[in-house]
Nanobody, 127 residues
Framework: QVQLVESGGGSVQAGGSLRLSCAAS????????MGWFRQAPGKEREGVAV??????????YYADSVKGRFTISRDNARNTLYLQMNSLKPEDTAMYYC??????????????????WGQGTQVTVSS
């Protein structure tokens, strides 16, 4: 059974940093594309960052709103996904979710293309 468990959320002031982690189990982790998504109250869920690490290449996607501030990474040996978030802004406030789907040759940013989801971790950035 696929299980994704996020951690690392919290409350910070604008300009601060947080590191989210997602521990995965129950499937062949290295064969899956992994991503971070977020959903703010009253808004649709959106893709934040996605990553797939192949045998010779790494593929990533970043939403324009987080480029240069967030970094996604994964440790296939530990079946763990990370999101380093720096220079946080109040508009980054949301529930952050980890998600996974089988690798299909590209890194989809649409949350509807992901099969497996964690329970989410709250990130709150105050001004």
């Amino acid at each position: 059974q696929v299980q994704l468990v996020e951690s690392g959320g919290g409350s910070v002031q604008a300009g601060g940093s947080l590191r989210l982690s997602c521990a995965a189990s129950g499937y062949s982790y290295s064969s899956y594309c992994m991503g971070w998504f977020r959903q703010a109250p009253g808004k649709e869920r959106e893709g934040v960052a996605v990553i797939y690490t192949g045998s010779s290449s790494t593929y990533t996607y970043y939403a324009d709103s987080v480029k240069g501030r967030f970094t996604i990474s994964r440790d296939n040996a530990r079946n763990t996904l990370y999101l380093q978030m720096n220079s946080l802004k109040p508009e980054d406030t949301a529930m952050y979710y980890c998600a996974a789907r089988l690798w299909v040759g590209y890194v989809p940013s649409d949350p509807r293309q992901y099969n497996y989801w964690g329970q989410g971790t709250q990130v709150t950035v105050s001004s």
